[in-house]
């Protein structure tokens, strides 16, 4: 029988000791076949040094700080131990007999002297890097983008500043910033605490009820990206993302001009139904009547990249899922149910908010 097996991500067949033996090769299977064996365990960790969501595969200046200072750790770290582990099998190899002159200096230099020199160097390097890590904006206080994000159950209000800090608009669920340039973000929460992470631009930093705390990032790779909560928050909070576009400086400053042009709708028959069932309540959409600043603005809604804050891919489907039941998909969501609707009326407002752009 053949016992090929596919090693997960590896995709590497390996093959059992049973077929290994019968093929008469017993003798050499742990020594050729452990290596291989173990390689399943380790896939999966090198797979999430890549990707969208990875603080290994930086596309920002600050988690590029944060990798090397991670690599440079670990690589000091595998350093030291395996020089441990060789002095270990050394030990218990060689039966010497130390003289107790000779016993006192090892634990004075290897255990003593080597750990205090190694951490000191560690940390001095690590205080070092720091104010690379989390930069204050030093520029002109005019020329800076600012962004205030605050954190709701369980979403992201996304609001672009203006230079007099007024709010020029506002969106969610989605962070647009230009490459190359420093964004400051104003993190806020109306009530319980969250963290705001983008793994792949920076640390993570918490928004506070009753605090405006400050993050600056720069994305230096264009590209998209996501973003999660990083503080427990309710029982929706792995089910909070958002998706982050680094967009080349022109193609922001474009986007940002269309935005604040009230874009309307053609689709006036959805947009009626809309307004009907009462959704304005508590959603805007611009250059219409809904004016509702309770759930998410809803602008442009076709082009974001998914339903209820990373949870679903965007498609009418799930939008109407959403709708009819916003609690199924996402516990304790603040959206009311809308499950009495005729499923016709569903679809057809699930169409309309497809439709947006
Ligand atoms: Cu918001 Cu966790």
């Given amino acids: 029988m053949d016992d090929d097996r596919l090693t997960g991500p590896c995709r590497r067949p390996i093959r059992s000791k049973r077929s290994l033996g019968q093929q008469g ?203 999660v909560c990083a503080e427990f928050c309710g029982s929706s909070h792995a089910l909070m993302a958002f998706t982050v576009l680094a967009m080349e400086a022109q193609d922001f400053e474009n986007w940002m001009a269309a935005r604040q042009v009230a874009s309307g709708t053609e689709d006036m028959d959805g947009l009626a139904l809309f307004l009907k069932q009462g959704c304005d309540g508590c959603h805007a959409i611009s250059g219409t009547e809904a004016r509702g600043t309770i759930g998410p603005d809803l602008t442009a809604f076709g082009e974001r990249g998914s339903v209820a804050a990373g949870t679903l891919e965007n498609v009418e489907e799930h939008i109407a899922r959403f709708i009819r039941d916003p609690g199924a998909i996402k516990p304790e969501a603040r959206m009311p149910h809308f499950s009495m609707l005729p499923d016709a009326e569903i679809d057809r407002i699930a169409a309309y908010l497809k439709g947006l752009r």
Avoid at 76 to 101: C, D, N, P, Q, T
Avoid at 197 to 225: F, H
């Fill in 25 to 227: 090769i017993k003798g050499s299977y742990c020594r050729s076949v452990r290596p291989i064996a173990s390689a399943p365990f380790f896939c999966p960790l090198l797979v999430s040094c890549s990707g969208i969501q990875s603080a290994l595969d930086p596309a920002g200046r600050e988690a590029a700080h944060v990798a090397t200072l991670f690599f440079t750790m670990l690589i000091g770290g595998a350093v030291i131990w395996l020089a441990v582990v060789g002095l270990l099998f050394y030990a218990a190899r060689k039966r010497r007999v130390h003289s107790e002159k000779g016993a006192g200096q090892l634990i004075l230099w290897g255990g003593a002297i080597f750990p205090t020199v190694v951490l000191a160097a560690l940390l001095a390097y690590a205080v070092w890097l720091m104010p690379n890590i989390r930069p204050w904006f030093q520029g002109e206080a005019g020329s800076v983008r600012r962004i205030e994000v605050t954190g709701e159950q369980f979403w992201w209000r996304v609001r672009y500043l203006r230079q007099d800090g007024t709010v020029a608009f506002e969106t969610a669920n989605e962070v647009r910033i230009p490459v190359g340039e420093r964004v400051i973000f104003s993190l806020k929460s109306p009530d319980v605490i969250h963290s705001f992470w983008i793994p792949v631009l920076g640390g993570k930093m918490d928004m506070i009820p009753g605090r405006d705390n400050q993050l600056t990032l720069m994305a230096e790779k264009s590209g998209t990206y996501r973003g």
